[in-house]
């Protein structure tokens, strides 16, 4: 337990990408060695960065809607773990965030992975978790890998990003709404339920 405790804390207090961090180093991630569900998103965004806390934007109440769960229960560390592909806000880029600094997933996923043995489900969310973590298993495109959700379960479940800014691809896709989320959430009620 201890050296699970070191091992976040130095995850925190990480540095190795500090020259490229407009608003410098915050990593933000909430593990524990208990959580059933890990949640692996993009990375921070500049609410998330000022705040501290993961999740904690419009992404974040739009990804509660979709598990059906309130924020007791999201940040409960018991039940999720949220451990971003970068743990520090990475800029701007020309249309949103950049993508998230390449570092903290080489040197520090495995070993926090390694902590969580209790996890029972990973959620993928974003192109940069479901290339990093399904490899060559993962389809042609985002869309391909979400609608294929259930070739990936019982370990992995892909997602989509909840930002706002996705409004138009939910549009397009209704069979999210309709399949995807109903599954997501009857995967989650039973893992909280356990």
């Known amino acids: ?50 705040t501290g806390i993961p999740w904690n934007d419009p992404s974040g109440d739009e990804l509660r809607r979709w598990l059906q769960v309130d924020r007791d229960q999201f940040y409960n560390p018991s039940i999720f773990g949220i451990m971003p592909m970068g743990f520090c806000y990475p800029g701007k880029g020309g249309s949103g965030d950049l993508p998230p600094r390449p570092e903290c ?23 940069y978790a479901q290339s990093y973590y399904l490899g060559k298993m993962k389809k042609k495109n985002l869309t391909e890998t979400v609608r294929s959700f259930d070739q990936y379960l019982p370990d992995f479940f892909p997602l989509v990003h909840p930002s706002p800014r996705n409004r138009i691809w939910m549009k397009r896709n209704p069979w999210f709404e309709d399949l995807v989320l109903p599954a997501l959430r009857d995967r989650i009620k039973m893992l909280i339920r356990k």
């Open 105 to 127: 997933a080489v040197h520090w996923h495995s070993k926090l992975m390694a902590i969580m043995s209790k996890v029972e489900l990973t959620l993928l969310i974003g192109a």
């Open 1 to 50: 337990m201890e050296e699970d405790q070191s091992l976040i804390s130095a995850v925190k207090n990480c540095r190795i990408c500090e020259p490229y961090l407009p608003l410098g180093p915050r990593p933000v991630i909430a593990v524990a060695a208990e959580s059933k569900i890990l949640i692996i998103g993009q990375a921070p965004g500049t609410r998330v960065h000022q």
